[in-house]
Protein backbone atom coordinates (compact mmCIF):
# COMPACT_ATOMS: atom_id res chain seq x y z
CA UNK A 1 0.00 0.00 0.00
CA UNK A 2 1.39 3.26 -0.86
CA UNK A 3 -0.85 6.46 0.49
CA UNK A 4 1.88 9.59 0.44
CA UNK A 5 0.34 12.33 -2.08
CA UNK A 6 2.43 13.22 -5.05
CA UNK A 7 3.24 17.35 -6.10
CA UNK A 8 2.29 17.37 -9.74
CA UNK A 9 3.29 20.31 -11.92
CA UNK A 10 1.17 22.99 -11.74
CA UNK A 11 -0.06 22.57 -8.10
CA UNK A 12 -2.16 19.41 -8.63
CA UNK A 13 -1.36 16.91 -5.95
CA UNK A 14 -2.17 12.68 -6.97
CA UNK A 15 -2.85 10.01 -4.09
CA UNK A 16 -2.28 6.34 -4.98
CA UNK A 17 -3.51 3.40 -2.74
CA UNK A 18 -3.02 -0.23 -3.94
CA UNK A 19 -4.18 -3.23 -2.15
CA UNK A 20 -3.13 -6.73 -3.65
CA UNK A 21 -4.08 -10.15 -3.09
CA UNK A 22 -1.66 -13.10 -3.63
CA UNK A 23 -2.95 -16.14 -3.80
CA UNK A 24 -0.07 -19.16 -4.17
CA UNK A 25 -0.16 -23.17 -5.28
CA UNK A 26 2.60 -25.37 -5.00
CA UNK A 27 1.88 -27.66 -8.22
CA UNK A 28 5.17 -29.84 -6.72
CA UNK A 29 7.80 -29.63 -5.08
CA UNK A 30 9.87 -27.51 -7.60
CA UNK A 31 6.73 -25.50 -9.45
CA UNK A 32 4.79 -22.84 -7.65
CA UNK A 33 2.33 -20.53 -9.29
CA UNK A 34 1.11 -17.45 -7.91
CA UNK A 35 -1.82 -14.73 -9.22
CA UNK A 36 -1.69 -10.94 -8.01
CA UNK A 37 -4.74 -9.28 -7.45
CA UNK A 38 -4.68 -5.52 -6.99
CA UNK A 39 -7.35 -2.90 -6.20
CA UNK A 40 -6.59 0.11 -6.89
CA UNK A 41 -7.39 3.61 -5.37
CA UNK A 42 -6.38 6.52 -6.98
CA UNK A 43 -7.11 10.35 -6.40
CA UNK A 44 -6.37 13.39 -8.35
CA UNK A 45 -7.17 16.95 -6.85
CA UNK A 46 -5.83 20.30 -8.93
CA UNK A 47 -4.78 23.48 -7.56
CA UNK A 48 -7.75 24.89 -7.04
CA UNK A 49 -9.02 22.09 -4.93
CA UNK A 50 -11.46 19.67 -7.04
CA UNK A 51 -10.96 16.50 -6.64
CA UNK A 52 -11.66 13.02 -8.60
CA UNK A 53 -11.15 9.43 -8.01
CA UNK A 54 -11.00 6.34 -9.42
CA UNK A 55 -10.54 2.76 -8.40
CA UNK A 56 -11.08 -0.92 -9.22
CA UNK A 57 -9.17 -3.62 -10.34
CA UNK A 58 -5.51 -3.18 -11.65
CA UNK A 59 -3.66 -5.06 -13.69
CA UNK A 60 -3.45 -8.94 -12.45
CA UNK A 61 -0.27 -10.94 -12.53
CA UNK A 62 0.63 -14.63 -13.02
CA UNK A 63 3.85 -15.76 -12.05
CA UNK A 64 5.01 -19.41 -12.27
CA UNK A 65 8.35 -19.90 -10.31
CA UNK A 66 10.49 -23.34 -11.12
CA UNK A 67 13.28 -24.46 -8.74
CA UNK A 68 16.23 -25.12 -10.06
CA UNK A 69 19.08 -25.77 -7.07
CA UNK A 70 18.88 -26.41 -3.50
CA UNK A 71 21.71 -27.35 -1.02
CA UNK A 72 19.80 -27.31 2.49
CA UNK A 73 23.43 -28.21 4.01
CA UNK A 74 24.50 -24.29 2.64
CA UNK A 75 21.14 -23.24 3.00
CA UNK A 76 20.91 -22.01 -0.97
CA UNK A 77 19.30 -21.93 -3.50
CA UNK A 78 17.99 -21.05 -6.85
CA UNK A 79 15.13 -20.81 -9.34
CA UNK A 80 13.61 -19.28 -12.40
CA UNK A 81 10.61 -17.23 -12.75
CA UNK A 82 8.13 -16.50 -15.74
CA UNK A 83 5.30 -14.30 -15.73
CA UNK A 84 2.62 -11.96 -17.59
CA UNK A 85 0.71 -9.32 -16.71
CA UNK A 86 -2.98 -8.76 -17.69
CA UNK A 87 -4.34 -5.73 -19.18
CA UNK A 88 -7.04 -5.93 -16.68
CA UNK A 89 -7.21 -2.46 -15.48
CA UNK A 90 -9.14 1.07 -16.47
CA UNK A 91 -7.04 3.14 -18.37
CA UNK A 92 -8.93 4.44 -21.48
CA UNK A 93 -10.32 8.21 -21.66
CA UNK A 94 -8.31 8.51 -18.31
CA UNK A 95 -5.47 10.51 -17.13
CA UNK A 96 -2.60 8.30 -15.40
CA UNK A 97 -2.68 9.97 -12.16
CA UNK A 98 -6.65 8.25 -12.11
CA UNK A 99 -6.01 4.84 -14.05
CA UNK A 100 -6.05 1.76 -12.63
CA UNK A 101 -4.16 -0.13 -15.25
CA UNK A 102 -1.50 0.27 -17.52
CA UNK A 103 -3.09 -0.43 -20.90
CA UNK A 104 -0.26 -2.95 -21.99
CA UNK A 105 0.71 -6.51 -21.19
CA UNK A 106 3.87 -7.49 -20.41
CA UNK A 107 5.79 -10.23 -20.26
CA UNK A 108 8.84 -10.94 -17.31
CA UNK A 109 11.46 -13.49 -17.33
CA UNK A 110 13.73 -13.33 -14.02
CA UNK A 111 16.47 -15.33 -12.17
CA UNK A 112 16.48 -15.63 -8.35
CA UNK A 113 18.83 -16.90 -5.73
CA UNK A 114 19.31 -16.81 -2.03
CA UNK A 115 21.67 -18.00 0.43
CA UNK A 116 21.40 -17.59 4.57
CA UNK A 117 25.08 -17.09 6.27
CA UNK A 118 24.17 -16.72 10.39
CA UNK A 119 21.55 -14.70 10.77
CA UNK A 120 21.25 -13.10 7.83
CA UNK A 121 19.34 -14.30 4.25
CA UNK A 122 20.92 -12.70 0.81
CA UNK A 123 18.54 -12.21 -1.82
CA UNK A 124 19.61 -11.72 -5.51
CA UNK A 125 17.69 -11.34 -8.84
CA UNK A 126 18.35 -10.00 -12.26
CA UNK A 127 15.19 -9.96 -15.13
CA UNK A 128 14.09 -8.63 -17.94
CA UNK A 129 10.58 -7.26 -19.05
CA UNK A 130 9.28 -7.41 -22.34
CA UNK A 131 6.43 -4.58 -22.87
CA UNK A 132 3.38 -4.34 -24.38
CA UNK A 133 2.20 -1.72 -26.79
CA UNK A 134 -0.31 0.56 -25.92
CA UNK A 135 -2.47 -0.22 -28.96
CA UNK A 136 -4.89 2.78 -28.35
CA UNK A 137 -1.62 5.41 -28.43
CA UNK A 138 0.07 3.40 -30.69
CA UNK A 139 3.02 3.92 -28.25
CA UNK A 140 5.50 0.90 -27.33
CA UNK A 141 7.37 1.41 -23.78
CA UNK A 142 10.81 0.36 -23.99
CA UNK A 143 12.04 -2.87 -22.34
CA UNK A 144 12.69 -3.12 -18.82
CA UNK A 145 16.55 -4.65 -17.60
CA UNK A 146 15.66 -5.00 -13.70
CA UNK A 147 17.75 -6.37 -10.70
CA UNK A 148 17.38 -6.26 -6.62
CA UNK A 149 19.69 -7.27 -3.70
CA UNK A 150 17.91 -7.53 -0.60
CA UNK A 151 19.17 -8.73 2.85
CA UNK A 152 17.11 -10.30 6.00
CA UNK A 153 18.40 -10.55 9.73
CA UNK A 154 16.84 -11.93 12.40
CA UNK A 155 16.89 -9.73 15.54
CA UNK A 156 17.20 -12.20 18.65
CA UNK A 157 17.42 -15.90 18.39
CA UNK A 158 15.69 -17.99 16.07
CA UNK A 159 11.90 -17.67 18.20
CA UNK A 160 12.18 -13.73 17.51
CA UNK A 161 9.64 -12.62 15.16
CA UNK A 162 11.33 -9.53 14.02
CA UNK A 163 13.37 -9.13 11.23
CA UNK A 164 15.26 -5.86 9.76
CA UNK A 165 15.08 -6.00 6.15
CA UNK A 166 17.39 -3.86 3.56
CA UNK A 167 17.45 -3.69 -0.58
CA UNK A 168 18.69 -2.30 -3.20
CA UNK A 169 16.62 -1.81 -6.63
CA UNK A 170 17.79 -1.21 -10.23
CA UNK A 171 15.83 -0.44 -13.25
CA UNK A 172 16.49 0.58 -16.41
CA UNK A 173 13.96 1.35 -19.02
CA UNK A 174 14.30 2.32 -23.16
CA UNK A 175 12.85 5.01 -24.61
CA UNK A 176 9.43 4.79 -25.79
CA UNK A 177 8.57 4.49 -29.77
CA UNK A 178 5.16 5.75 -31.33
CA UNK A 179 5.40 3.38 -34.41
CA UNK A 180 8.70 3.50 -36.30
CA UNK A 181 9.33 7.28 -33.94
CA UNK A 182 11.83 6.98 -31.13
CA UNK A 183 10.59 9.75 -28.31
CA UNK A 184 13.55 11.06 -27.13
CA UNK A 185 11.51 12.18 -24.35
CA UNK A 186 11.48 8.56 -22.83
CA UNK A 187 12.99 6.41 -20.86
CA UNK A 188 14.90 6.47 -17.53
CA UNK A 189 17.57 4.80 -14.82
CA UNK A 190 16.71 4.95 -11.37
CA UNK A 191 18.17 2.86 -8.35
CA UNK A 192 16.46 3.07 -4.93
CA UNK A 193 17.13 2.30 -1.25
CA UNK A 194 14.45 0.27 1.01
CA UNK A 195 15.02 -0.02 4.46
CA UNK A 196 12.37 -1.62 7.22
CA UNK A 197 11.14 -4.22 9.60
CA UNK A 198 9.43 -7.25 8.86
CA UNK A 199 7.24 -9.24 11.81
CA UNK A 200 7.19 -13.40 10.94
CA UNK A 201 5.78 -14.84 14.11
CA UNK A 202 6.52 -18.56 14.61
CA UNK A 203 4.27 -21.33 11.79
CA UNK A 204 0.99 -22.52 13.77
CA UNK A 205 -1.28 -25.61 11.98
CA UNK A 206 1.62 -25.28 9.36
CA UNK A 207 -0.25 -21.38 8.32
CA UNK A 208 1.61 -18.17 9.20
CA UNK A 209 1.47 -14.80 8.14
CA UNK A 210 4.04 -11.68 7.27
CA UNK A 211 3.81 -8.22 7.80
CA UNK A 212 6.32 -5.67 6.43
CA UNK A 213 6.96 -1.99 6.30
CA UNK A 214 9.67 -0.11 4.18
CA UNK A 215 10.63 3.62 3.11
CA UNK A 216 12.35 3.68 -0.15
CA UNK A 217 14.55 6.60 -0.89
CA UNK A 218 15.90 7.51 -4.06
CA UNK A 219 19.79 6.92 -4.58
CA UNK A 220 20.17 7.69 -8.29
CA UNK A 221 18.19 8.34 -11.36
CA UNK A 222 18.96 9.99 -14.96
CA UNK A 223 16.88 10.22 -17.76
CA UNK A 224 13.13 10.91 -17.62
CA UNK A 225 12.23 10.11 -14.28
CA UNK A 226 11.22 11.55 -10.72
CA UNK A 227 12.02 9.53 -7.63
CA UNK A 228 10.33 10.28 -4.16
CA UNK A 229 10.83 8.89 -0.62
CA UNK A 230 8.49 6.33 -0.52
CA UNK A 231 6.53 4.47 2.50
CA UNK A 232 5.42 1.15 1.55
CA UNK A 233 3.47 -1.80 3.71
Known amino acids: MDGD??????????????????VRYGV????????????????LKDNGGDKE????LGDMVFLAKQKLYENPAKKSRAAVAFARKFDTGEYRHLPPELATGTGQENWLLIALAERSLGK??????????WTG???D??????????ANLAAEYRLGDSDNPWIAVGEINYFDQDKFRNGDTV?????????KLALG???????????????ETEVQFPLAESGYARTREDPLI
Open 133 to 135: RRE
Open 137 to 146: LDVNPGQVFI
Open 197 to 211: MQYRPQPKAGRFYVL
Open 53 to 56: TNDG
Open 28 to 43: NDDLTVFLDIPYVRRS
Open 183 to 191: IEASGSTTT
Open 120 to 129: TTWYTSVGHI
Open 5 to 22: PVPLAGGDEAISLTINTR
